[in-house]
C-alpha cells in the first residue's frame, strides 16, 4: 500500500491591500461579528441575557459534563504517552537541530504567566479553603469539615484542578501546532492541527469556522481570567487603602465600579504591551512576574506555616497521583438523594467548571506555547509544558492554602479567612500573619504580582488572535487590529459584569469552550495518525516531512 507524502502547503487567503491587508477577512469580521453581536446583547438587555445564560450554563453542565470528565483524561494520556514513547519524544519541535529561540527560564516564565498565573493568585489560597469545609470526601462522611483530617483531601481536589490534567490540554494543542506549524510547515493556526483528517478541505469554510470558534472561545476564556483578576486588584487595593467605594455592602466583594476601573488599567497597560510584541513586553514582563513569585513564596517559607505547609505539600501530591486515575474518571450524577445531589453539583461547580475554563483558554495558551518553544523536543516540551507548571501550582497551593488553613486551625484566625470573599482571601491570610503596616507594603507587592500576571495575558491573548486572524502569521502587523481587540475585550468584560457579575462571565465561557473540546480532541486524534503515518514511511523508507 502507498503511503501519501504529508501536507505540507495549506494556503489561507489574506486580503492583500485595505484596512484588513495580511488578514483571513472571514476569520477577522466574522469574529469581530459574533463578539459584537454579544456586547451588544449583554449592554442593551442585561437582565435577559443573564437569565438566559444561567438557563443554558444548567444545560451544558447537565447534558456535557461527562463529555468533559472523559475528554480531558484523552488529553492527558495522549500528551504522557507521546512524551514517553522513546520515537515520538525524540523529535524536535522544528528543523533537525535547532536551538530554542528562549531562555529556559524565559520560556517558562512566559508560558507560566500567560497560561495560570492570575487564577493561581485568585485561587491559591480560596480553593483550598473551599475544600476545607467541603469537599467529595466531606459530602460522602469519610473526613470532618474544617478539621484537621480534612486537609489532606482538600489539596487532593485542589491538585486535581490544577495539575496534569489542566496542563495536559494545553500541551496537546501546543504540541500539534508546534508539530504541523514548525516541522510541516503550515501556518500556526489552529486549523492546521486537523490536516491529517481534513487535507486541503481547511483552506475554505471548514477552516474558517474552526479558527472562528478558536477566537471566540480565547476571547471568552481570557474573559473568565481577567475577570478573577481584576476582581483580586480591586480587592488588593481596598486591603491597602480601606475605601469603601471599591467593596459591595457585603464586605467581600469588590463592586462593579472597581472592577471596570481596575479593569480599564490593565487592558490599556497590555495593548500598550501587545504593540511592543513577544520578544520586548511581554518577555519582560513575564520574567519580573517570575521573580515577584519566587519573592512572595519565599515570604511564605519565612513567615507562613512552613511546616504545616511542606507537610501537605509532599502528602498532597502523593495523595493526588495516587488518587488520579480515579479522580479522573470519576462521574456524579444527580439522583435524587441528598448525598448523590450534592456531589454532581460540587462536580459541576468545581471540576467540570474548571475543565470548561481551561478548554476556553486553550486555543490562547496552546498557541502561545507553540510560538514560544519552537526547537525544543517533543519530551521537554512536554515536560516543561504540564509537569513543571503542575509542580510549581502544587508548591503555591501548598504554601499560600497550607498557611491559611493552620491559621483557621491553629493560629486564632478566628474564621477571618474563611468568610472573606474569593477574591480577598489571600490579602485575608497577609493581615494574619503581619503587622497592619507591612500587610499593606506586602498587599502592595501582590497587587504589582497580580499587574503582571494580568497584562501579560491580555497582552498574550490579543496578540494570539491577531496571529489566528492572519491566517497563522507571527510577524507583527495591524497594531489597530491590536487596539480593536484590547477594546473589545475590555468591553466584553464590563458588559457581561454589568449582566451578571462574574457568573456571567463564566457561562459564557462555558458555552464558548463546548464547540472548541471537539476541536481539541480531534487535534490529539489527528496528532497521533500524523505521528504513526511518519513511522510508516520511516519503516518503508520515505521522508516523513
Known sequence: ??????????????????????????????????????????????????????????????????????????????????????????????????????????????????????????????????????????????????????VRSAFKWSFLHWGLTAWGCYALTGLALAFFSYRRGLPLTIRSGLTPL?????????????????????????????GFGVSQFASGFYNITGADWLMQEDGTTPSNTAMILSLVVVMGLSTLSALSGVGKGIKWLSNMNMGLTFFFLAFLLV???????????????????????????????????????????????????????????????????????????????????MIVPSVMCFIWFAMAGGTAMDLELNGGANRAILDAGLSSQLFATVNQLLSPALAVVMSALLVVLLLTYLVTSADSAILIINTINAAGDETPKGKVHILVWGAALTLVISVLLVAGGLSAIQTAMIIGALPFSFVLALMGVALIKALIRDAMRAKAGLPAE
Not at 483552506?203 to 481570567?225: C, E, F, N, Q, S
Not at 439522583?335 to 478548554?359: K, M, N, R, S, V
Open 198 to 226: 481534513f487535507g486541503s478541505s481547511l483552506t475554505g469554510p471548514l477552516g474558517h469556522a474552526i479558527d472562528i470558534v478558536a477566537v471566540i472561545a480565547t476571547v471568552l476564556g481570557v474573559a473568565v481570567t481577567i
Open 303 to 385: 513567615f507562613g506555616s512552613t511546616l504545616f505547609s511542606l507537610t501537605a505539600l509532599f502528602v498532597g501530591i502523593g495523595d493526588y497521583l495516587g488518587a488520579l486515575p480515579g479522580m479522573m474518571f470519576t462521574v456524579w450524577h444527580a439522583d435524587g438523594t441528598e448525598t448523590g445531589d450534592a456531589l454532581a453539583a460540587w462536580q459541576g461547580g468545581w471540576t467540570i467548571f474548571y475543565w470548561a475554563w481551561w478548554i476556553a483558554f486553550v486555543p490562547f495558551v496552546g498557541l502561545f506555547l507553540a510560538r514560544i518553544s519552537r526547537g525544543r523536543t517533543l519530551r521537554e516540551y512536554v515536560m516543561g509544558a
Open 1 to 150: 500500500m502507498s503511503i501519501k507524502p504529508p501536507l505540507t502547503d495549506l494556503p489561507i487567503s489574506t486580503a492583500s491591500s485595505g484596512f484588513y491587508e495580511g488578514f483571513n477577512t472571514i476569520v477577522t469580521i466574522g469574529s469581530k461579528l459574533l463578539v459584537g453581536l454579544l456586547i451588544i446583547w449583554a449592554a442593551a438587555f442585561p437582565e435577559n441575557a443573564g437569565a438566559a445564560l444561567s438557563a443554558l450554563n444548567g444545560f451544558l453542565l447537565g447534558a456535557f459534563g461527562t463529555w468533559y470528565i472523559y475528554v480531558m483524561a484523552f488529553y492527558l494520556i495522549t500528551c504522557l504517552a507521546l512524551a514517553l514513547w522513546p520515537a515520538t519524544g525524540r523529535i524536535r519541535l522544528g528543523l533537525d537541530g535547532e536551538a530554542p529561540e528562549f531562555s529556559t527560564f524565559s520560556w517558562f516564565s512566559m508560558m507560566f504567566g500567560a497560561g495560570i498565573g492570575i487564577g493561581m493568585l485568585t485561587y491559591s489560597t480560596g480553593e483550598p479553603i473551599y475544600h476545607f469545609s467541603t469537599n467529595p470526601d466531606v459530602i460522602t462522611g469519610l473526613v470532618a469539615a474544617e478539621s484537621a483530617e480534612v
